[in-house]
């Protein structure tokens, strides 16, 4: 960062914004997207997996070989779920430079 502006290369292209235009640089950590997508969908796979354990047990005794297809398609829809909510929330930035 230079006195005036800030120098960045984007897409292999040399970039330079004035210091008056720049309120807040901030670093992201490479892959933390996919890496919270990836405890996001394990989590909610569990999580899932708990929810059909009870809405299997509750299944009349007549579709009870229908406990595991339950199980495992709470579990899928919770890791879906899970991952969408890991890469949106796991994008934490460090912030090196706030405007005074």
């Given at each position: 960062?230079?006195?005036?502006?800030?120098?960045l290369r984007a897409?292999?292209?040399?970039?330079?914004?004035?210091?008056?235009?720049?309120?807040?640089?901030?670093?992201?950590?490479?892959?933390?997207?996919?890496?919270?997508?990836?405890?996001?969908?394990?989590?909610?796979?569990?999580?899932?997996?708990?929810?059909?354990?009870?809405?299997?047990?509750?299944?009349?005794?007549d579709f009870s070989?229908?406990?595991?297809?339950?199980?495992?398609?709470?579990?899928?829809?919770?890791?879906?779920?899970?991952?969408?909510?890991?890469?949106?929330?796991?994008?934490?930035?460090?912030?090196?430079?706030?405007?005074?």
């Amino acid at each position: 960062m230079a006195d005036q502006s800030i120098s960045l290369r984007a897409k292999q292209k040399d970039i330079a914004i004035t210091q008056a235009e720049v309120s807040r640089v901030q670093l992201r950590p490479a892959g933390n997207r996919r890496h919270g997508g990836w405890i996001g969908a394990a989590i909610g796979a569990g999580a899932g997996a708990g929810v059909g354990a009870g809405i299997a047990e509750g299944v009349a005794t007549d579709f009870s070989n229908l406990r595991p297809v339950i199980i495992g398609v709470s579990a899928g829809l919770g890791a879906l779920v899970g991952a969408a909510v890991g890469s949106v929330v796991g994008g934490r930035h460090t912030t090196i430079y706030t405007a005074k």
